[in-house]
């Protein structure tokens, strides 16, 4: 039985890492030459371009392992059918209950793994690379659709929701693209305020700078109607 073990394994597992490999090194590919348009940069080299693909690689890999899985687990199970491994096997008293239980195990090991990346390894390399980028773009970019922070607070007028976006974080205290939402029990939305700027203080208070806000009366007013 540890000789069938070890064969599962290492085919399944061996075709696993390839499929992963390969489609790494294809995300590897996009990410330099998307990287490659700020080469030049505030001293940003092709060589701290290629640090940050890598350094992006643990979270691509967290996204592929179900994909990498099935396909290197179909691709390794037909290499031995092919081979008429398998129908040796089954005629030497490898049950389908036995053969089910070795890729049972096998599958908790790489959920293990996966979620081994997913929570500590992609986490701790993503803020590595932000580091690194925002060391040469002066900026940290929070995403496409930037960073969403959601707060609740009592006052004089009842309870209120906000839901606060940050486009950018530069270096220090700086956020950029401020938008703050706010919210009344009921979901409705009572006001908009958007700020170019905002300093944050030692308190923890945000000082907003070009402030626009946009209010909703027919809104407000319902809310605080008995």
């Known amino acids: 039985m540890r000789t069938v073990r070890r ?3 290492v085919d399944i597992a061996s075709a696993v890492v390839f499929v992963a490999i390969a489609f790494l090194a294809l995300f590897f590919f996009i990410d330099f030459v998307d990287e490659l348009r700020d080469v030049g940069t505030r001293g940003y080299t092709a060589a701290h371009a290629a640090v940050y693909s890598l350094l992006l690689a643990p979270a691509h890999l967290y996204e592929l392992m179900p994909i990498a899985v099935l396909i290197g687990t179909i691709y390794g199970l037909a290499r031995l059918a092919q081979t008429s491994q398998y129908t040796i096997l ?4 490898l049950g389908p209950g036995r053969a089910l239980w070795l890729l049972t195990s096998l599958a908790l090991v790489l959920g293990a793994a996966t979620f ?3 929570d500590y390894v992609a986490p701790f390399s993503e803020r590595i690379a932000s580091q690194l980028r925002a060391n040469f773009s002066g900026g940290l970019k929070l995403g496409r659709s930037g960073a969403w922070i959601k707060e ?3 006052g004089p007028e009842g309870e209120r929701n906000y839901s606060i976006n940050v486009g950018s974080a530069e270096r220090g205290t700086l956020l950029r ?3 703050i939402f706010e919210f009344d ?4 939305l009572l006001s908009r305020t958007a700020a170019a700027e905002a300093e944050v203080e030692r308190d923890g208070t945000w000082a907003l700078r070009d402030v626009t806000v946009t209010r909703w009366v027919e809104a407000a007013s319902a809310s605080s109607a008995p």
Do not use: K
């Open 177 to 179: 693209d401020i938008r």
């Open 152 to 154: 609740r607070s009592w």
């Open 116 to 118: 081994v990346i997913g």
């Open 90 to 93: 089954r005629t030497g008293g």
């Open 7 to 9: 064969l599962f394994y």
């Open 185 to 188: 029990p009921d979901g409705r």
